[in-house]
């Protein structure tokens, strides 16, 4: 084996040439060199399970046949592959099958902005819509929160570490509670979290003496990804939908990670029956190519021309790409065997935490899974739930990795492992997962018994 044949060869010129802001090589240091379905290769040719799968980008996997098919295609056709905001067939055929696919109420009156490639533009671009439409400027977000990294998205983030070193984000952001039972900031615990959080946000938006001015938007999760996949309940997104609409507030609902099959609907929000004004979308709907894009109310469509844009927000192949992931997981069949593997997923891991002790919490809707580690041997706070542990969730992350298993930390203090697999993975390769999950979960737990 010849000196580039070796992860450790990739690994040390990466550390010397890129940047310190890398994060994911620091968990996971090797350097791909194949990729298939839920499987990806290193150049030393040691396979593993993905179950981080593009921060939850690929939503069919790795080269998916008839996405790949569908961009040979294209490429091969001659067609423009860069059209800055210019329609093309490929374009219109992705809009109107996006379209179909949300409410009506919403899809009959759409816009559709197409964003420079990440969430973090479609976030900036939605606050912008909203302040642009409304006239006002002060914005609500959530603690636990994660709209992107730049300056307007970082100011809504409720991670501190990302955001403490930044000075001059955007003015006028307001944080509220985010109704997180197993760690409910009210200190009350169970079904009262929820309540209290619903009381709160409605209370303070009609506060004369809240201190906050009209907000021109709330900006919201449906399910928190990087905060630790804590789920929104139905009873908080009805509240925040109504209350959004008495007071004339638009709502933001942020599907970036939630959206696309991932919950096992189409859109996380369809849980709560509820229609946003604002959608954002990116990850998944690029089918493993770079787009984000915001879907509105064209009542608030007062921008003009010029007021967005972005030089590469005309990306034919994740257009076309897209189209076939949209086809693919809004089919009833696909999003029911999506739940009916989370399911089984959430029952192994509840199998799982009755022989430990590290395991605190399991949530999560579809394949968009959360298992929270807590520290056994320490004080519960005052709910009766013990410590986050990123240490541990850390130990535990580590072992998959050296047994084949790719799964990425999030929540408070890092100590939440999240299932973000591909959505048409087999049921035997969540079993292999699962079971070297399981295998690191009760080594690390044997360590806390005293």
């Avoid at 638009?250 to 929000?269: N, V």
């Avoid at 003009?304 to 089919?331: C, D, E, P």
């Avoid at 022989?355 to 605190?360: F, L, S, Y």
Wanted: charged share 25%; glycine share 10%; net charge negative.
């Amino acid at each position: 084996m010849s000196e580039k044949d070796t992860n450790q060869y990739y690994i040390t010129r990466q550390d010397s040439t890129e940047s310190n802001a890398r994060s994911y090589p620091r968990k996971f240091p090797f350097a791909l060199a194949k990729a298939k379905g839920s499987w990806v290769e290193d150049v030393e040719g040691n396979k593993y399970l993905d179950f981080l799968c593009g921060a939850g980008s690929l939503a069919l996997g790795h080269n998916y046949d008839e996405i790949n098919r569908a961009m040979i295609e294209l490429i091969s056709s001659d067609a423009p592959l860069h059209t800055l905001d210019l329609t093309t067939p490929v374009k219109d055929e992705f809009v109107q099958t996006l379209f179909s696919l949300l409410p009506p109420e919403l899809g009959n009156n759409a816009k559709i902005q197409f964003c420079s490639p990440s969430g973090t533009d479609a976030t900036d671009a939605a606050i912008k819509l909203c302040k642009t439409a409304t006239g006002r400027s002060s914005v609500i977000s959530f603690a636990g929160g994660y709209h992107g990294m730049g300056q307007g998205p970082l100011a809504c983030m409720g991670n501190l570490h990302a955001k403490t070193h930044v000075n001059g984000l955007m003015p006028d952001v307001h944080s509220f509670p985010y109704p997180y039972m197993y760690r409910d900031p009210f200190g009350l615990g169970g079904d009262t979290c929820t309540k209290a959080a619903c009381n709160f946000f409605e209370r303070t938006l009609k506060d004369p003496e809240s201190g906050i001015t009209h907000p021109a938007c709330i900006v919201l999760e449906t399910i928190q990804g990087e905060g630790g996949v804590i789920p929104a309940p139905i009873e908080f997104l009805k509240t925040v939908r109504r209350v959004t609409k008495e007071l004339d507030i638009p709502l933001i609902l942020d599907e970036i990670q939630c959206g696309m099959g991932r919950s096992g609907k189409m859109f996380a929000f369809e849980y709560a029956d509820i229609v946003p004004d604002v959608v954002l979308i990116s990850k998944a709907v690029g089918g493993s190519q770079p787009l984000a894009v915001v879907v509105y109310n064209k009542e608030l469509d007062k921008w003009t021309s010029g007021a967005h844009a972005g030089t590469f927000r005309g990306n034919q192949l994740a257009m076309k790409a897209g189209t076939v992931v949209l086809n693919t997981v809004s089919k009833p069949e696909f999003l029911d065997d999506v739940i009916r593997k989370g399911e089984m997923i959430q029952n192994r891991i509840r199998e799982l935490q009755k022989k430990v002790r590290i395991i605190g919490d399991i949530r999560g809707k579809g394949l968009m899974i959360g298992t929270e580690f807590v520290d056994p041997n320490a004080t519960p706070d005052c709910i009766g739930s013990l410590p986050p542990s990123g240490e541990i969730a850390g130990k535990v992350q580590k072992m998959c990795f050296e047994n084949g298993l790719i799964i990425e930390k999030g929540g408070r203090n890092g100590c939440v492992m999240r299932c973000l697999c591909a959505l048409n993975i087999t049921d035997e390769d969540l079993k292999k997962a699962f079971a070297i999950f399981e295998k690191a979960v009760i080594s690390v737990d044997e360590e806390y018994r005293k």
